[in-house]
Structures are given as structure tokens and as C-alpha cells.
């Protein structure tokens, strides 16, 4: 069992920057994987990100590459996505998510691969 809780969400203007966190409890001694989705009004949940538990493997969504960096610091046993040049299409709810996975390929990308989910955190790129 894992518990998630994200934190860094807010009100930011196009082009700036914001960092979430993920931080992690529970059965954190076991590997996983660890994604970060979101969700804008009338839309699916979409993958942004996602990471192994080591952190040398990870994927991103063609609309954040070059703009967002994930990372992980399994000895806080927290994720970080810190996101750059922010647009207005990246306002949403996000999420972070883990399950448990042994391996640096083929990592989870869809949301039902996905065990544990953290509550959100809103993020709003307005003028």
C-alpha cells in the first residue's frame, strides 16, 4: 500500500514556473513507479510523466518535453515535477500516481495501470 499527497499547485502567469512534490508513505521500501497525470475541465486524464524507482528511466508527454523535468529523491521518498515556460493549456488538476513495478522499460503510462492516487493539486497558468 502506498499513500500519495501532492503539494505545489497554484496561480502562476504563461511562461513561469512551478515544482509539485509527491510525497510518498507506506510500502515505500518496495519499487515503484511513480506517474503524474492531469485532468482539465471536460477533458480525460492524460499522462504528463512519469518516472522508475530509480529515476534513470523516464517519459513524458509530447506537449510538456523540453518544458517539464521529472525527478525523484527516494531517500525523502518524494517525486518532483518542475514545470517551465508554462502555457495556459496546462491548466488542470494533477495528479500523482504509483504502482509497484521492477523494471527501467516499458513503464506505466495509462491510468488504470495505475494503483494509488494522490488528491490533486490545481494548477492555473492565467494572465
Known amino acids: 500500500q502506498l499513500q500519495l499527497v501532492e503539494s505545489g499547485g497554484g496561480l502562476v502567469q504563461p511562461g513561469g514556473s512551478l515544482r509539485l512534490s509527491c510525497a510518498a508513505s507506506?510500502?515505500?521500501?518496495?519499487?515503484?513507479?511513480i506517474g503524474w497525470f492531469r485532468q482539465a475541465p471536460g477533458k480525460d486524464r492524460e499522462g504528463v510523466s512519469c518516472?522508475?524507482?530509480?529515476?534513470?528511466?523516464?517519459n513524458y508527454a509530447d506537449s510538456v518535453k523540453g518544458r517539464f523535468a521529472i525527478s525523484r529523491d527516494n531517500a525523502k521518498n518524494i517525486v518532483y515535477l518542475q514545470m517551465d515556460d508554462l502555457r495556459p493549456e496546462d491548466t488542470a488538476v494533477y495528479y500523482c500516481?504509483?504502482?509497484?513495478?521492477?523494471?527501467?522499460?516499458?513503464?506505466?503510462?495509462?491510468?488504470?495501470?495505475?494503483?494509488?492516487w494522490g488528491q490533486g493539486t490545481q494548477v492555473t497558468v492565467s494572465s
Open positions: 500516481a504509483a504502482t509497484f513495478w521492477l523494471y527501467e522499460y516499458q513503464l506505466p503510462w495509462r491510468t488504470y495501470e495505475y494503483d494509488y
Open positions: 507506506g510500502s515505500t521500501e518496495d519499487q515503484y513507479v
Open positions: 518516472i522508475s524507482d530509480s529515476g534513470r528511466a523516464t
